[in-house]
């Protein structure tokens, strides 16, 4: 266990939806990426916050958005949802202190899968 | 942006032997090279890491090499397990300030048979 909390585990939706990815980070952890894995594809970096602001950002959709909470949570919004969109989407934390290497501990991801 | 090439896609390996995946990344500013392992159906973990002002790491089993002129780095798993078989994922860090992003290579299946 790695101390990232994903809910919810598994989604199932409908093309044209709207779906919300939630994230915890480990304690202490004030960054938060943001991974998509589509089938037999790679980690796709989508966006990354720190302390609440938002860092870097990947190959985000537009139709994708992201925030961080005061308390740290991050969630993952993904609208007009495709078929193309059906992926394991991971959420990882690290420290985020400036000068350390700050290993990325990823969550168990969540299942999205758009019919 | 970073770039990170992974080969090969796919590796198999009779237990025992050895098995070497090998990267190269693109930005000679990226400093910081982690090796992930996933298993089917769960998370991506560290298994290992370099930082660029060192050229070879070694745990065990596992080691990694890296060689900042040629600007790639390569995994070695000796005496390999069938519980070694997953998808090794390489991974450099972008050098943005601040950003910590890292950039994912596509990923190898090694497979070990028993």
């Known amino acids: 266990d790695s101390g990232v909390t994903q809910t919810p585990k598994h989604l199932i939706t409908a093309t044209g939806q709207r779906v919300t990815l939630r994230c915890s980070p480990r304690s202490g952890d004030l960054s938060v990426y943001w991974y998509q894995q589509s089938l037999d594809q790679g980690l796709q970096f989508l966006i990354q916050y720190y302390n609440g602001e938002e860092r870097a950002k990947g190959n985000i959709l537009e139709r994708f958005s992201a925030q961080q909470f005061p308390d740290l949570h991050s969630e993952l919004n993904l609208s007009s949802l495709e078929l193309g969109d059906s992926a394991l989407y991971f959420c990882a934390s690290s420290a985020g202190t400036s000068g350390s290497y700050n290993e990325q501990f990823f969550g168990p991801g969540t299942r999205l899968t758009v019919l | 942006g970073e770039n990170v090439e992974q080969h090969p896609s796919t590796l198999s390996v009779q237990e025992g032997d050895s098995a070497v995946i090998k990267c190269t990344y693109s930005?000679?500013?990226?400093?910081?090279f982690p090796w992930y392992k996933q298993e089917l159906g769960k998370r991506p973990q560290l298994i290992i890491d370099?930082?660029?002002?060192?050229g070879e790491k070694k745990d065990q089993r596992i080691a990694v090499t890296l060689n900042k002129t040629a600007k790639h780095f390569s995994l070695h798993i000796t005496e390999t397990q069938p519980e070694d078989s997953a998808v090794y994922f390489c991974?450099?860090?972008?050098?943005?300030?601040?950003?910590?992003?890292?950039?994912f290579g596509k990923g190898t299946k090694l497979s070990v048979i028993p």
């Open positions: 370099i930082r660029s002002n060192v």
């Open positions: 991974a450099a860090r972008d050098s943005g300030a601040g950003s910590y992003q890292l950039t």
């Open positions: 930005d000679s500013a990226s400093n910081y």
